[in-house]
């Protein structure tokens, strides 16, 4: 059977860029000069894998988002506005100003701005 290691790379303290690639808690780091290709690769498959993991989950967390805080100015405790009694979106559509304002972080004014851009 073929033994297999999980290396990673590491960075200096304070620094943006990897200084050692570590094989195990028990070996020693092998540390790299600035100009070593294997080292310019690594840099690129990290910075191509950030860039994966960025635009993979971007548009998930914008989808995530409760579609009230779609509303502008609602967010942080309105936020939860759709979920508050109202059942969703249409509720929020069909729900009077006052009934609006009594959700915890709707004032009366954000309430009538929130009613503005439904109607």
């Known amino acids: 059977m073929m033994e297999s290691k999980l290396m990673g790379v590491a960075k200096g303290v304070g620094a943006s ?3 050692a690639i570590v094989a ?7 540390q790299l000069f600035p100009d070593n290709p294997a080292l310019h690769l690594i840099q690129q498959v990290r910075d191509q894998e950030h860039r ?3 635009s993979g989950h971007a548009p998930s967390a914008v989808k995530a988002q409760p579609p ?3 509303i502008s100015g609602v967010g ?3 936020g939860g506005l759709c979920s508050n009694g109202f059942g969703g979106l249409q509720g929020v559509y069909q729900a009077s100003l006052e009934e609006l304002a009594l959700v915890e972080g709707v004032s009366l004014s ?3 701005k929130i009613m503005q851009q439904l109607h």
């Not at 195990?24 to 092998?30: D, G, I, M, T």
């Open 76 to 78: 942080g405790a309105a």
């Open 52 to 54: 994966f993991a960025i």
């Open 110 to 112: 954000l309430a009538e």
């Open 24 to 30: 195990s808690a028990h070996e020693k780091p092998l």
């Open 17 to 19: 860029r990897i200084r």
């Open 68 to 70: 009230c805080w779609k």
